[in-house]
């Protein structure tokens, strides 16, 4: 399948889901590209995944924004072959630094710099411990194994949409006016 193909196929995907979320957010090494980057050369011209691309272009004709989390030691490398694949301009954000934490800081970057709210944020990677860490901070995490694909993409908006449907959303208000009480309490508690 083409670019193209991929394209409309992921928009046709996207047409099934009333809710989609605001970001999505890819990792870099073996989730867009079936490489790590710090052990390429910049003269190189990379290669993505093969659905990767008409992904990231579907995403964008839908309006959905997309972003980048990678824990990359080598940005120049990375942000090099951006630009060289002719996606570097699509990002809101590009977070791309190593790290001691599995992206929880990337998140709250991500966070602060485009003020969307983690729920409504969905996330490919390639590691466990980052979906791990990161789906505890209310993102949709999917793990992807051979790269971020048309499979992937569908899991990834189906989870999505399960999470935020009606139901859930009012235990996810539930849970959180809970917590505010709870968290009131302790303040007054501590006045004492
Ligand atoms: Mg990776």
Known sequence: ????????????????????????????????????????????????????????????DKGVDVAIASRSPTPDIANTFLDKLGIKSMFVAKEIFSSWT?????????????GVPYTEMLFFDDEN????????????????????????????????SQKNSPLDRNKQRWDYFSQKSSSSETEDSDQK
């Open 1 to 60: 399948m083409g670019e193209d193909g991929v394209k409309n196929e992921a928009m046709e995907i996207m047409g099934l889901f009333q809710l989609l979320p605001r970001l999505v957010v890819f990792d870099l090494d073996y989730t867009l590209w079936p490489f790590y980057c710090e052990c390429r050369s910049k003269r190189e011209m990379p290669k993505m995944y093969p659905q990767a691309k008409g992904i990231l272009y579907a995403l964008k």
């Open 129 to 160: 411990r980052n979906i791990d860490a990161v789906s505890k901070m209310g993102v949709t995490s999917i793990l992807v194994r051979k790269g971020v694909n048309l499979g992937a993409l569908r899991q990834g908006l189906s989870n999505f």
């Open 102 to 114: 599995h992206k929880t800081d990337h998140f709250q970057r991500i966070n602060r710099r485009t």
